[in-house]
């Protein structure tokens, strides 16, 4: 009902005072569509990278959580290769946690605590899961391997502008095709969501 | 706020045509608030509950005027077949033989609106839905029946006709505004199958405990309209009631005693009489599509809804009546009986038991007491008085119940749906849990009957979904009265395989042949003479007029043995059932469907689809009901109050402006927080509960 209210307020407030690490802004003039990106964290294995988010305001925001999904290949244990994301505030209860008072900044927030704290206990991908819990040397090895090579690489789109990020984007998307096909596997391990 | 909103606008570079587009929206964003502030607050709690508000910035105040002078005229009529086109649904809405999705949309939209009915053909299937919605306690219901002709063997329906009548007049509604229709019904389907299927959907009324619905009385064939009777104003439980009653191919002889009973039945049988006489052609089309007229038997059920009365339930029993003749033995007393045993053994009758004994007199009425039992025992108390009190119409009524099985025979089969709804509060879902979890699947052999709950909520869906808050139901408890269920045995094996089936059904009519066949089947299994094929043969053989008449005939009989049966078996071991039903299971066969014509052609079943099919929302949000929400305590905002924001659409709260304050002592927009209300039940600041769990109710 109120999205469209909602959401300008919504871009103005993020466009303001964003919360470190985040910005996000309207994706060709749709309300409805936007893109935001999320610095890693320091001192995880995201750090350095800039991770690119699509997020789709469904008609009944803020009834409704926010779709958000990773359009930069991370690797995460809850987040799988299509960029889902495993986090209950992008769920309607009981099951999830959204709720009107939320919104499109403080679940970017949310997703940014994820990042830096995976939650091996409700994973969307298994083995990811598993290394980190069991292996986590090989986890961050390998997490920050794909921070460099998808994550970082993209730094240099920082300065471009809104327009031009979103032609680039569609790059890491199949890219990240191309990498899943080769170095994963298949998805049936998945048991988030 | 607005002014805000125009300068963000002004911030941002849009185009000039977009600047202005976002201009005029926030205008009337303006004046959408405006005009919320300034209703009364019935008239806030009408548009809203009618999903009339829309959104703010896309409509207009000239719209909403328009539209609350719509719905405060609208009320008054029950049928509005086209009324309710104003909203949503306005388009599909009168138009027959829509497709599945108008349907919903038809139905959501008959749900603000009141009252409709609507009706379309294909093929040799017809079918008429009537909604109704109690603005009181909020209950809908939906009937849908569908016609399948096979043959038009014989007129005789059109009998039946004047007995519908006298349904009608019961009925309360309006609907009799409208004529009956003119419908020609067709069919006079020799098939010999009867199914019913009833599937009650209980949702667990608030004070009483929904589970009632064990009433599933399932007499095989008369049709247990039952669950209409909601009689309690107040929280009727919502049953849902999914008949299916494929009426045996008619015999001549007996299209005049069809007493009205079952209304929804005579509506069929009414409708077709002027057309019999083509039904010979094949009249595939049933009647209805056009008319609006079927309403009458809905309503009587509605009506039953709202007042409890006595009246009207007779109609549930009436339509398997009409067997009597046929040899069916039923006597009105066993038919009595059995329905007491169901109304016992329904898990949920636990209140309701005494009324049974009471409604005995009544026989026929009984079922709807069942039906009614869901609700509290307080319905029950007056239903059973009711019944007493009846005791005139009972007659008739178990007059109607002997012939039921005849009168299915001779009647075209036809597929009941009728759906009642109420939305279930959060407190009553989790009865209904409980109720749910404790579910059984028993099948009553004698009476064909099978009642089935499931546990987790299998048949419970919500219903849902759709956007308009209104119209979200949840319907806890399904109990399908089919006379038999397939060979499974009750087992829980059973149970699962019961699901499946029934929601084949609902998917699609081909499923539902199927279910038809097993109902056939069990006919043939008591019949033991008569193989399950020649049902078929009469079905598929339209030329065999004459053969199928007997075909027909010895359905009737057959299905009037099954009756008789059963009950016998009830009244033998009530307690017993189990057995009984495992011998009969035995005993059915498996036999080969009977094919319907066209299969899936009728867009209804996807609705009924819609309605049951999601078990894996068991866990969906629950909303509160209007009356909770409405309890919420609301003010106006001040000058004076401190500035705030409505943590909904973040907007600062303006002079004037209506909030509503949860118990957490948070505020917000009376219209931001009654949606989100609508379909959840926690804060959305806190997410501490809205409602106290006081009302949840000790599981029985």
Known sequence: ?193 | MENSDSSEQGGSEQPDAQRRRQLDRLDREEAFYQFVNNLSEEDYRLMRDNNLLGTPGEITEEELLSRLQQIKDGPEQSNTNESRSEEAGGPEGQEEGSNGDSLLDWLNTVRRTGNTTRSGHRGNQSWRAVSRTNPNSGDFRFSLEINVNRNIAEQQARNEEGEQTEGEGEEPVGLGAEPEIPMETTEVVEEPVVEELAVIVEPEPELTRPEAPSVVQPFSHQVQAVPAPRPRGVPVTPSFSYRVQVPPPPTVDEPPRRPPVTQSFSQQEQAPPPPRPTAEDLPPPRPRAEDPPPRAPMTQSFSQQVQAPPPPRPRAEDLPRRGQRRARSRSPEQRRTRARSERSRSPLSLDTEPLPEAVVEGSSRTRQHVLSRQSTVEYDAQLGGAATVDPPTAPQEAEPVAGEGGAAGRRPPTIMLDLQVRRVRPGEYRQRDSIASRTRSRSQTSNNTFLYESERGGFRRTFSRSERAGVRTYVSTIRIPIRRISDAGLSEATSMALQSMIRQIMTGFGELSYFMDSDSDSSDSNRGPNPPPEHGEALHNPDAATAGTAASATAGGGLGQDSAEPRTDERGGEGGTPAAGAGREGRAGPRGPISLEEPGSLPFLRLAHFFLLNDDEDDQPRGLTKEQIDNLSTRNFGENDALKTCSVCITEYAQGNKLRKLPCSHEYHVHCIDRWLSENSTCPICRRAVLVPANRESVV
């Open chain 1, 1 to 193: 009902m109120q999205r469209t209210t909602r959401l300008k307020r919504e871009l103005q407030m993020l466009s303001t005072e964003p919360p470190p690490g985040i910005s996000c802004w309207q994706s060709e003039g749709q309300i409805d569509d936007l893109r935001a990106q999320i610095l890693g964290g320091v001192s995880t294995p995201y750090e350095g990278g800039l991770f690119s988010l699509e997020i789709k305001v469904p008609e009944r925001y803020p009834f409704e959580p926010p779709k958000m999904r990773f359009l930069t290949p991370i690797y995460h244990p809850n987040i799988d290769n299509a960029g889902r994301i495993c986090l209950d505030a992008l769920k309607l209860p009981p099951k999830g946690a959204w709720k009107p008072s939320l919104n499109i900044s403080t679940v970017l927030s949310s997703i940014q605590v994820l990042m830096a704290e995976p939650n091996p206990d409700d994973p969307l991908m298994a083995d990811i899961s598993s290394e980190y819990k069991y292996n986590k040397q090989v986890y961050l090895e390998k997490a920050k391997r794909w921070t460099e090579k998808h994550a970082i690489q993209r730094n240099k789109g920082l300065e471009e502008t809104k327009g031009q990020m979103q032609s680039k984007m569609d790059k890491p998307c199949r890219k990240r095709d191309a990498l899943y096909s080769e170095e994963h596997q298949d998805d049936s391990k998945k048991a988030c969501m």
